[in-house]
């Protein structure tokens, strides 16, 4: 399998996300890439959550990016606290129409749209602890690894969800 069809095959699209949200990673996962993180979307984490975007900077920073795509998505949601555990910085991403105001300022803030994003606001750091750090490295490492396989051997038995 040649490189540019493994390409044509990824995709955030795994049939949870509305259009809407899916613009959102996708700007957003390209800002990420500039910045030269790694990205994986739809990612388990050890607390039992599902972050939508994890980002691996080149230093071993861990930043965890929360996609709302309307009011209603915010409001609906208030587990967005606990991924503070499994990141050392926390952002949002949003699109140009949600108002920017409802977002708490103690987190980062993102505009995006399906071409691309920027900070709007920085996200505070609060580091991991060691532990915490190499789990999350381990975590990223494998479900990567794991989401490549997959896409080379679809017709694979499926391994355990991390």
């Known amino acids: ?3 540019e069809s493994i390409r044509s095959e990824i995709s955030f699209v795994d049939g949870r996300q509305s259009p809407t949200a899916f613009a959102i990673a996708r700007g957003t996962a390209r800002l990420l890439r500039s910045l030269a993180f ?4 739809e990612m388990p984490l050890a607390s039992g959550r ?3 975007l994890v980002a691996l900077g080149p230093d071993g920073e ?3 990016v929360e996609i709302k795509s309307s009011i209603e998505d915010f409001r609906a949601d208030r587990k967005w ?7 050392d910085r926390l952002f949002f991403a949003t699109a140009p129409h949600v108002p920017l105001g409802i977002f708490p300022e103690d987190a980062g ?3 995006a749209d399906g071409y691309g994003a920027q900070i709007v ?3 505070p750091e609060h580091r991991l602890a060691g532990a915490t750090r190499r789990s999350m490295l381990l975590r990223f490492g494998r479900m990567a690894a794991q989401r490549l396989q997959d896409l080379t051997d679809p017709a694979a038995p499926a391994s355990a969800e991390f």
């Open 121 to 123: 606001r920085e996200a």
């Open 1 to 3: 399998m040649s490189v």
């Open 109 to 111: 803030l993102i505009l």
């Open 81 to 87: 606290p606990e991924y503070r555990w499994h990141c």
């Open 62 to 64: 861990f930043w965890i």
């Open 38 to 41: 790694s990205c994986i979307a």
């Open 50 to 52: 599902r972050a939508d």
